[in-house]
């Protein structure tokens, strides 16, 4: 296990002042859905909602317009998230443009980060630094994948909401920078 210092670099925003993070996993029904909660959550929190926007989507397409799995909700709604946001919640595609408008793009594992990756070149729209792992941003073992729990039980979706909280701290912890210019972009 690795502990990184400090928080993580980010891409500076495209329109100064204001950042997108997109959050991808297969289905859009259970990680990046939990993720963009979280993280809805936490920047609100850090007083960024006005400036800071928060997307997910899933690579695959055959849960669109659906809602998020019922045992993700029920963890977010026990562990006292906007229950608004999570009723609220509709799966949708990830699209190869969100590459090319999104500051960060963030998926789930690396089947997905690979897929991502492949649609933005194909787009013509892949940038180095703006396409990561979740988890590249967490400081308990950065780049490991957020393991799917959709054909598991109750407590992998706990698992999954205690990476995703404690990721995402360090992500909007990191977001003042990025939104002040400090930031040069990135890694590769």
Do not use: K
Request: aromatic share 4%; charged share 25%; with cysteine.
């Amino acid at each position: 296990m690795s502990t990184a210092a400090g928080p993580p670099d980010l891409p500076a925003p495209r329109t100064p002042g204001r950042y997108h993070v997109a959050v991808v996993c297969l289905g859009n029904i259970c990680r990046s859905p939990i993720a963009g909660v979280v993280l809805r959550d936490r920047v609100a929190g850090a007083g960024l909602a006005d400036v800071v926007t928060v997307t997910s989507g899933g690579t695959g397409g055959w849960h669109v317009g659906g809602e998020m799995d019922a045992r993700a909700a029920a963890t977010l709604d026990a562990a006292g998230y906007d229950a608004d946001d999570v009723a609220g919640h509709r799966a949708r595609q990830y699209d190869a443009g969100w590459a090319a408008e999104a500051d960060l793009v963030l998926a789930m594992d690396a089947g997905n980060l690979a897929e991502v990756r492949r649609r933005a070149e194909a787009a013509g729209t892949a940038e180095p630094g703006r396409l990561r792992l979740f988890r590249d941003l967490d400081d308990v073992d950065p780049g490991a994948d957020v393991p799917d729990p959709y054909y598991g039980g109750d407590d992998g979706f706990e698992e999954v909401l205690g990476m995703v909280e404690r990721t995402a701290d360090r992500l909007v912890a990191a977001l003042p920078d990025a939104l002040d210019g400090d930031r040069s972009g990135g890694r590769a």
